[in-house]
């Protein structure tokens, strides 16, 4: 178990290594995990950039890897107002509204590394009053961790957010993780408990309306990834496990699990019909939750209190083959 570095663009990458997997860390330009392979299968896990995708990535990094989205979904004209500040997002899509939130390629600090026999483990953090842009939108400080642990097949995310000043501010976090299909979606099947699904108005804004799943239900037993075309916003509800397992057709796959006391939703996408990719979206919040009608229980809007952490988690599983056969 061991932690190396390498570049991507002449930028550091730190690559977190055991038997089964090699994860590659990109802390300079998001702090994006940017590549898992699977050294049995030797498979890429995720759509990894190409050196010739830095334009590309520098203008929308969230179409890579397992990026970080603060916060996630859509935000009615960027504009909201909590406990008594203003928030002015930038107008950054259609109608308007802003999106994904204004975490995108930031140069985060590597504060630890530890290797052991049984794994290693890489710190980074953010501190958000060093970039003027994101407080010019977000005027409440935050020192953002990340902690991420490698052991044998299984990979864990650790979040840190401080509010580093004195009034409580909104905190809401979710993944864009780009699952790769390898081009036969056929052989790949999506078992992801929910409970009910959320309508999106012609802005792909929540309108607050729950709706049954109906041809959906199939998520909760296994559903084929043949000829999907998703852009869909999912409530976990009381459903358990928080956890999707995307399974092969020969026994392997992966299992995406999510801290249960802090996310609430999975958005579900596949750029098209499903062919290459399938992103599975972790979210604690609701988009564009502070301006909803709801509870922050039902949003899953996060009150981060002055000098308070807030702490939760998520693990990427592999099931190899002769694990599942065993």
Not at 33 to 49: A, C, F, H, T, Y
Not at 268 to 285: M, N, R, V, W
Request: hydrophobic share 30%; proline share 6%.
């Amino acid at each position: 178990m061991k932690v190396t570095k390498g570049t991507w663009n002449g930028y550091d990458t730190y690559i977190l290594k055991s038997q089964q997997l090699e994860v590659t860390l990109l802390p300079r330009l998001g702090n994006n995990v940017i590549g898992i392979r699977d050294l049995q299968e030797d498979r890429e896990i995720l759509r990894r950039p190409e050196e010739s995708d830095l334009d590309f990535y520098l203008q929308k990094p969230y179409h890579f890897g397992m990026p970080m989205l603060m916060p996630p979904g859509r935000i009615r004209r960027g504009h909201f107002e909590y406990s008594g500040t203003t928030y002015q997002f930038d107008q950054n899509t259609a109608n308007d509204n802003h999106i994904h939130g204004l975490h995108r390629t930031q140069a985060w600090r590597v504060s630890d590394i530890d290797e052991n026999d049984e794994g290693c483990t890489l710190t980074t953090e953010l501190l958000t009053a060093d970039d003027p842009n994101w407080m010019r939108q977000y005027p409440i400080p935050l020192q953002l961790e990340m902690t991420l642990q490698l052991q044998g097949t299984s990979l864990m995310q650790r979040m840190k957010i401080t509010n580093l000043g004195d009034t409580s501010a909104p905190f809401g976090f979710g993944l864009h993780t780009w699952f790769l299909l390898d081009g036969e979606p056929q052989r790949w099947t999506l078992n992801i408990p929910v409970s009910d699904q959320l309508l999106q108005d012609a802005e792909q804004i929540p309108t607050g309306e729950v709706v049954p799943l109906e041809e959906w239900e199939e998520l909760n037993t296994g559903m084929n990834m043949a000829n999907r075309n998703w852009d869909n916003l999912l409530r976990i509800g009381d459903k358990r496990p928080v956890s999707a397992e995307l399974t092969r057709d020969d026994g392997y796959g992966i299992r995406y699990s999510a801290d249960p006391d802090y996310f609430k939703y999975w958005v579900l996408y596949t750029k098209g019909e499903s062919d290459q990719y399938l992103c599975i979206e972790p979210y604690t919040t609701l988009p564009d939750a502070a301006n909803s009608t709801h509870s922050q229980d039902f949003t899953g809007l996060i009150d981060v209190a002055p000098e308070q952490p807030v702490e939760f988690s998520l693990q990427i599983d592999v099931i190899e083959k002769y694990t599942q056969l065993k």
